[in-house]
């Protein structure tokens, strides 16, 4: 017998896709542009449609699962992250319905399955891995690479094939609930972290998919998928460059549509965003997804179409290919409003050549294909080696804010009064889309499925001589002070209270941070801050340690506390890192990856910001933060020395070197992280006082010493002008090296030279940096 062209592995990618194409029905077409939202049977019996995305008003009526498959499937959504299911049973139940979804069609094409994977496969006893805020405050692109592969690998040994990550929204609002799912408020930070992760979960054989496109975390008053009011400067060299990165140097062959409008264009109906810009443009070549109904929002919420056909051929026109999470506008509605000449049918065979094409590089076409992981063996989702990466990015992430008298690390036989709502809870480790914290909380009766040590076991574990007691003190975030009295007299009692404070992950409310969890201040949750009050009245030091999705403000306490330790939702194993800062034996060297306030109010603010948006005589209210964007403090000390960055005129296609060397001068290990940052005084729009443009994070023995070389390209100084023309422009410029935005510690000067040169994708988007040790 022949074999079709499309089956021919020799023949290239979009020739056999032309040839299948060229086969397929109107309906077999559009069954590759949308999901089945299923679950894993707990049996292992293949998988079965969520009920409520089947059978509810946001589902296509005429899709009865079984009929449905007939005419072929684009994607299974989260089999593995619906409900808990044995890791052994999942790989069995979706092998199972890949096997009757190919059976079924006439093409024998099965499904593309994907899932989350925020921080880390969120499937049950798999690993969690700190939040991507997190990722940001370790300042250490490789080892989330490394994270991602882990990651990667771990979904493609059960038979998923696309990851729902990174995001590479920029912060520009910290009340914003979802922040914890950021890397921070830098784009240059987003971008190189963001890429590393793309390049670690892509070479696992995995669909990174960036999101959400674009402009999502500008929402105006922090509110979830509240309008964006992004300017087109601001859209331009704030909120688009990590995704160009990602795309450009990270390889993500997926993008997933933000919910948002902006300027009353919905991002999942504006062909200018997904179609010239990011394949004119940029070149991109892959899919692009909706985010889970947003398809549907275009009629329901942003009310720009009336029928679902309507929003269909919005979304299609625009350039979104697949939608989800489950059918409905790409459905019977979709194929009705082509058979009716309302929808040209060319735009249908557009999307789904390009699903298509990635289903024929994932090897889903080809006569071979099997459904079964090619691993045998059992399936274990938190193995030894994830849970050592994971605590090795715990303990990179946490930052010591402040530490004046040294009452950090503790005494190992001291008496400690550990009070807080955040020290015995093992979720006060998780971010919202774990899946602990998002998919169990639906499932009470079953455990989380891997070891979570809290902060309070983990300090016992790790000063056995220390006498510690607890108290809650008070909820998260509930009014009740009646915990206060007790949690006075434990501190009281001891040498050092140990006040563990912060969020509660969850979704739409449900917590103080997380997805639709916004706030209106960034006053600590609860009675929280009225807590902390009573325990600094008491005289005894206190040590606040944080657990949080966001940065709040602590100027309240400035001055007070004995020492402030920072954590963002840092994982399984979050609690023995913070122990272990805490006692000493991990140096801490996170730095922050957002900037923390004096005051609960005045937001929205970053440190991105033109001159007057800085503290000035215009206005009463200084915004000028607590702890700037990169601040950290570390246990021992390093000395920078020997700083070549001489004046200079390079022309503006020019490159310059400025090198430093650091010194560990303290008795111990410990990692400096050096920081470049552009000051432009004068450019023809007004600019951001300084930027990052570059770092690198030293680890170095107590003595040792290495010498940074940053090579800067003029192309870093881009910009966006008034024409809307991305340029470098002649004129003076400072590059600053320091320890965080606000501690410059040396200064070159430049000038650039020669005309206005206008730069597109060819431009250099990061700074190489090279390290000599002594």
């Not at 922090?222 to 992004?230: D, E, I, K, Q, S």
């Not at 990856?593 to 609960?600: A, D, K, Q």
């Not at 964007?629 to 503006?652: K, L, M, N, Q, V």
Request: proline share 8%.
């Amino acid at each position: 017998m022949t074999t079709a062209p499309w089956r021919d592995p020799a023949l290239p990618a979009a020739a056999r896709v032309d040839d299948l194409l060229s086969r397929m029905t109107l309906e077999e077409k559009t069954a590759q542009l949308y999901g089945v939202w299923v679950g894993a049977a707990t049996d292992g019996d293949g998988v079965a449609p969520h009920q409520h995305d089947m059978t509810a008003e946001s589902a296509d009526p005429a899709a009865d699962y079984d009929e449905l498959i007939t005419r072929g499937l684009g994607q299974l959504t989260r089999s593995f992250g619906t409900a808990p299911v044995e890791p052994a049973l999942g790989v069995r139940a979706l092998a199972l319905a890949q096997r009757r979804i190919a059976a079924a069609g006439r093409f024998g094409i099965p499904a593309v399955a994907h899932e989350e994977c925020l921080a880390g496969f969120t499937a049950w006893r798999a690993t969690a891995y700190p939040v991507p805020l997190a990722w940001g405050a370790a300042f250490d692109p490789p080892l989330v690479e490394e994270m991602g592969r882990a990651i990667g690998r771990d979904l493609r040994a059960v038979g998923v094939h696309q990851g729902l990550a990174p995001v590479l929204d920029v912060v520009r609002d910290p009340r914003w609930g979802r922040v914890e799912e950021t890397i921070g408020e830098d784009p240059y930070l987003v971008g190189t972290v963001g890429t590393a992760y793309v390049r670690g979960l892509e070479s696992a054989g995995v669909v990174a998919t960036l999101k959400h496109f674009a402009g999502y975390a500008s929402s105006v008053g922090a509110r979830n998928l509240a309008p964006v009011r992004a300017g087109t400067r601001e859209f331009a060299d704030v909120t688009l460059p990590p995704f160009e990165m990602a795309l450009r140097e990270g390889g993500a062959r997926s993008v997933m549509a933000a919910y948002t409008e902006r300027d009353g264009v919905p991002a999942s109906a504006d062909p200018e965003l997904l179609t010239r810009l990011l394949r004119d443009e940029w070149g991109f070549t892959g899919t692009v997804v909706a985010d889970y109904f947003g398809i549907a929002f275009l009629q329901t919420l942003h009310r720009v179409a009336g029928t679902p056909a309507e929003a269909a051929h919005l979304a299609l026109a625009a350039g979104i290919d697949v939608e989800l999470p489950t059918v409905k506008y790409y459905g019977e509605a979709l194929v009705a409003a082509v058979r009716a000449g309302e929808l040209p049918e060319e735009l249908v065979d557009r999307a789904a050549h390009r699903v298509l094409l990635q289903k024929c590089e994932l090897g889903l076409l080809d006569e071979d294909w099997r459904p079964e992981p090619e691993t045998a063996g059992p399936v274990d989702l938190d193995p030894p080696a994830n849970r050592a990466l994971a605590r090795r990015l715990a303990e990179e992430s946490v930052v010591l804010l402040d530490n004046p008298d040294a009452l950090l690390p503790l005494a190992p036989d001291t008496r400690i009064a550990v009070v807080g709502p955040r020290a015995a809870d093992a979720l006060a480790m998780l971010g919202c889309y774990s899946f602990p914290s998002h998919v169990l909380t639906h499932h009470p009766e079953v455990d989380p499925g891997i070891e979570i040590p809290t902060v309070l076991e983990s300090l016992r574990a790790e000063l056995p001589d220390a006498k510690v007691t607890f108290t809650e003190g008070c909820g998260v975030s509930d009014p009740d002070p009646s915990g206060f009295t007790e949690a006075i007299a434990r501190a009281a009692e001891a040498d050092v209270c140990v006040a563990v404070l912060g969020d509660r992950a969850g979704l739409f409310g449900r917590g103080t941070s997380g997805e639709g969890c916004d706030v209106a201040d960034l006053s600590l949750p609860g009675v929280q801050g009225e807590l902390l009050d009573a325990l600094v009245a008491t005289g005894v030091p206190v040590v606040l340690v944080l657990l949080t999705g966001r940065p709040y403000a602590l100027g309240r306490w400035h001055g007070r506390l004995g020492a402030v330790v920072q954590a963002f939702f840092p994982g399984e194993e979050g609690g023995p890192a913070v122990a272990g800062v805490l006692s000493g034996r991990v140096n801490p060297s996170g730095r922050l990856p957002v900037s923390v306030p004096h005051l609960p109010g005045g937001q929205p603010w970053t440190y991105l910001q033109p001159p007057l948006g800085l503290a000035g005589e215009v206005s009463n209210l200084d915004p000028t933060p607590l702890y700037p964007f990169g601040h950290g403090r570390s246990y021992t000390e390093f000395a920078w020395e020997d700083f070549s960055g001489p004046d200079a005129e390079i022309d503006t296609d020019g490159s310059y070197d400025l090198s430093v060397t650091v010194r560990n001068s303290g008795g111990r290990a410990g990692a400096e992280v050096v920081q470049l940052y552009l000051h432009d005084p004068v450019a023809s729009v007004t600019r951001p006082d300084v930027r990052l443009i570059g770092y690198r994070r030293l680890e170095l023995t107590a003595g040792e010493s290495a010498r940074v070389t940053f090579r800067f390209h003029a192309d870093l100084s881009a910009f966006t002008d008034r024409a809307g023309r991305r340029v470098v422009e002649p004129g003076d410029l400072q590059l600053r090296l320091g320890t965080s935005s606000g501690d410059a510690r040396e200064v070159a000067r430049l000038r650039l030279t020669g005309p206005v040169r206008e730069v597109g994708a060819e431009r250099r988007l990061h700074c190489e940096v090279e390290v000599l040790r002594a």
